[in-house]
């Protein structure tokens, strides 16, 4: 049992939650994600890692709700507990085997869309504390809904806040500030965009433009974690990969977002999946129990 030792509404729909799991805190890298099970009928929930404290063996995560799952995930308190916490899973971010010393001579951009700003959080938090600077854009559709705000002032190089609605910070989409940062004279050696899919298919579109190599994080399509259903199936660079075991994090220029958001939108119904799983064959995979491809 994993005992969450702080539960807090971050917005509407949007909780945070503190996690008693020692092992898994001890072993925490950036880009990396867990996954959470009330009790034993419960369902398997990916989450990214939003933080960890080694020293107090704790895990944050963050989760929008969006089913009965995570509504019910939501009515959790401190002092309740989770049957399982199981992690950390996936691949770390690749650019923390970098020199330090030649990662500080580098300049990052990081791009976070709605709860993406959840994952981009340990990773900007990671780089500061090893001396290297990240600026950091933040989307969200009106204030209300701008998460870790001042978390993330206290690591980031310089912190770009945009709304939707002009609500709050800069008034557009997040393309639009890395175009006028730009324009201004800032200069990336890479970017790193995590949230929604249409965000990132958009944001790659235009770091392409700009010669600014993206990468991306897949989380979104990831359904059991482990590699066996099959829904974080995608095409990258023109080869099948599947985000919970061979990423989460890709080259956003070779991803084929289009396919996986019509994939994405194709998994959510039985006679979907059922179609899905006959186009792909054997590189559709199984084990989720609603397309029988495990069967």
């Known amino acids: 049992m994993y005992r969450i030792v702080k539960a807090e509404k971050l917005a509407e729909k949007i909780y945070l939650m503190d996690i008693e799991a020692p092992r898994v805190a001890r072993s925490c890298q950036p880009g990396q994600f867990l996954i959470v099970k009330m009790d034993e009928v419960g369902e398997r929930i990916p989450l990214t890692i939003c933080d960890y404290d080694k020293e107090k063996g704790t895990v944050t995560i963050v989760f929008q709700t969006v089913g009965a799952s995570t509504e019910k995930m939501a009515g959790l308190k401190e002092g309740d507990f989770f049957m399982d916490v199981t992690g950390p899973l996936g691949k770390a971010s690749e650019w923390i085997e970098e020199d330090i010393e030649v990662l500080k001579q580098k300049k990052i951009l990081f791009v976070a869309g709605g709860v993406g700003t959840a994952p981009v959080y340990p990773q900007v938090k990671w780089l500061h504390e090893h001396g290297v600077d990240a600026d950091v854009i933040t989307g969200a559709k009106t204030k209300d809904l701008v998460l870790l705000e001042k978390e993330m002032e206290a690591v980031a190089g310089n912190l770009y806040i945009t709304t939707d609605d002009g609500s709050y910070g800069r008034h557009g989409m997040v393309t639009k500030v890395i175009e006028d940062l730009v324009n201004e004279g800032h200069h990336y050696d890479f970017c ?76 959510k119904t039985e006679e979907g999946r059922a179609m899905l799983k006959l186009q792909e064959g054997d590189t559709h995979h199984g084990g989720c129990g609603h397309c029988g491809g495990d069967k």
């Open 192 to 267: 790193i965009a995590i949230g929604p899919m249409i965000m990132m298919k958009f944001v790659c579109l235009l770091t392409k433009k700009l010669e600014i190599p993206t990468i991306v994080s897949m989380n979104p399509i990831m359904v059991d974690g482990t590699g066996m259903c099959g829904a974080c199936r995608l095409i990258v660079g023109g080869e099948v990969k599947f985000a919970c075991v061979d990423g989460p994090e890709f080259d956003g220029h070779l991803v084929d977002f289009d396919l996986a958001m019509k994939r994405q939108q194709s998994y």
